[in-house]
Every structure is written in structure tokens, then in C-alpha cells.
């Protein structure tokens, strides 16, 4: 991974600089690298599953604190800002990888969002036996590196998520909202929570994404439940929390970085959602 500063909080990428290696990483907390323990507020651009079978703390996720239970799998998803904290003695597994190695998965994309939606999925006995051999087998695969490996994860990897789903479920299926899976949401989704973005009006990314505002008001409405308005004022407003209480950026920078080029507009837009004025909210954050 390599880092890169984006709008105040270090964003990590999965850097890979030779085509022909796969977007895709897997092994332990110690073979992924001091990175995969961060204690400090960062984003990424890939997805990261993490499944925790050692350790204490709280896995902070988007402001929300988790106490680490192990076993747990966490679903992080690209532009979630998330550290651990006071986390001693962690380990287990770590899965790291970009959009494209999902492409003869589409569907995977609805499995890590709804798992991302939940606390972290905690499973007990033969469901917890069945998710760590698959997490060994996928790290063993890709180790070896033999004809077939890209096959033979992106197989593991999807009977891994809807696993994991059905325990989040209680046992039931892991079916998924009928839109969910539509790579227009993805997308979407992606967009809005790009903090280097400087418009994030549902205009623009509708204009930017080659469809009408009515048709993207549908499919991702179908797909969450929430319309891209709702979406993008919920993500502008967490932006401007993580930034107003884990940077020392002024209330005019925060509202430049969250997407508002009038400041006096953000302080308003913020007092809405949030029921306090950014300076409120930061000192009680403190």
C-alpha cells in the first residue's frame, strides 16, 4: 500500500504497479504490515475485510465505535474512515482489494454494502470453522499464484461474502434488494464518497455517470431505500464531522472539503442535519 493525503486524512491505496499482478491481497494482520493495525483516522480507496480472532479495543468506524469481540468480520468499504483503537494483541485476517477484481461477481458489491451496514458479523462454531478455512484458503491461493488463481478467488471470495451474510442474517439467505447490485449505485456510491470531488451535486454525477436524474433517483431509491439527494447530503455531513474532529482544518476549509463553497451555507447545512454549528459540534467532539 502507499499513501496519499486527501482533504486532511491520509487516504491508503492498494498500489499496484505492475499490470499483471492482481488488485487483490490477502494474509495476516503481520503479513499485510503495521498499516492493516492503524490507530490513526484513515480512508481507503479498495475494500478491506477484516476478520479478528484475537485482541481488544474498539474498531471506530465512520465516527461509530465498535468494542472487538473476536471473532468478528468488519466490511470497510472505499472512502469509510476507520482506525483502531487501544487495540491490543490483534490479529487474524485481512482481505484487501479494488473494484475490478469483482467484475465476475457484480453481485459482491451488494454483499460488502450490506455487510458494511451492520456492527461486524460475529459467527459461532462450524460458521466461524467454515470462514477462517476459507480465509486460509484464499491467503494459500494467493500465495501460490498457479494458473486459475483469479478464477479460484474471486469464487472463494463470493462464497466468503454471502457466508458471511447469512450469519449477519441469523442463518437466512443473503438475498440483497433487487437493484442492489446494479453497477449504476456502485458507482454512485464510489462518486459521492470521493473527498478530492468538488461537485457532488446529484446533477452533475447523473451528467458525469451518462443517465438522467430520474433514472439514478430510481435505481439507487430501489437500491437503498434513500434517494441520492439524502445519500449525498448524509455523506457531505459525515465528511465534515471526521474533518472537524480528527484535523485541526478551520470551519471555512471543512466546508471547501466537504463539497459547500459557501461557508456561512455549510454552517446552516450542517445546524440542519446535525442539530449544532460545526463549532459546537467540534467542541463537544474535544
Not at 476507520?82 to 485481512?94: E, F, I, K, N, Q
Request: glycine share 10%; charged share 25%.
Amino acid at each position: 500500500m502507499r499513501l496519499r493525503p486527501a482533504s486532511g486524512l491520509e487516504l491508503h491505496d492498494l498500489d499496484v504497479p505492475d499490470p499483471g499482478l492482481l488488485p487483490f491481497a490477502a494474509g495476516s494482520f503481520d503479513a499485510v504490515g503495521p498499516l492493516s493495525r492503524a490507530d490513526f483516522p484513515h480512508r481507503h480507496s479498495f475494500y478491506e475485510l477484516v476478520y479478528v480472532t484475537a485482541g481488544g479495543g474498539t474498531h471506530v468506524i465512520d465516527l461509530v465505535e465498535h468494542r472487538i469481540q473476536p471473532p468478528t468480520l468488519y466490511a470497510v468499504l472505499p472512502g469509510q474512515v476507520h482506525r483502531w483503537s487501544g487495540a491490543g494483541r490483534l490479529d487474524g485476517w485481512v482481505l484487501l482489494f479494488n473494484e475490478d477484481f469483482l467484475h465476475r461477481h457484480p453481485e459482491d458489491l451488494a454483499l460488502l454494502r450490506a455487510l458494511a451496514s451492520g456492527p461486524g458479523v460475529r459467527p459461532e462454531g462450524r460458521e466461524h470453522r467454515e470462514i477462517l478455512g476459507l480465509l486460509r484458503e484464499l491467503t494459500q491461493e494467493h500465495e501460490a499464484g498457479l494458473d486459475g488463481a483469479v478464477g479460484v478467488l474471486q469464487a472463494l471470495l463470493h462464497v466468503l461474502l454471502v457466508r458471511a451474510l447469512r450469519v449477519a442474517r441469523g442463518g437466512g439467505g443473503a438475498a440483497v434488494p433487487r437493484a442492489a447490485g446494479h453497477p449504476l449505485v456502485a458507482r454512485f456510491t464510489r462518486m459521492i464518497a470521493d473527498a478530492e470531488r468538488a461537485d457532488r451535486s446529484v446533477l452533475a454525477i447523473a451528467r458525469e455517470l451518462g443517465v438522467s436524474t430520474g433514472y439514478l433517483h430510481e435505481v439507487v431509491k430501489e437500491a437503498t431505500g434513500r434517494t441520492p439527494a439524502r445519500l449525498v447530503r448524509e455523506q457531505q455531513t459525515l465528511e465534515a464531522k471526521h474533518l472537524l474532529t480528527t484535523t485541526d482544518m478551520t470551519v471555512r476549509q471543512v466546508s471547501v472539503a466537504a463539497g459547500f463553497s459557501d461557508p456561512a451555507y455549510f454552517c446552516r447545512f450542517f445546524r440542519r442535519e446535525v442539530g449544532r454549528t460545526p463549532g459546537e459540534f467540534r467542541e463537544q467532539a474535544s
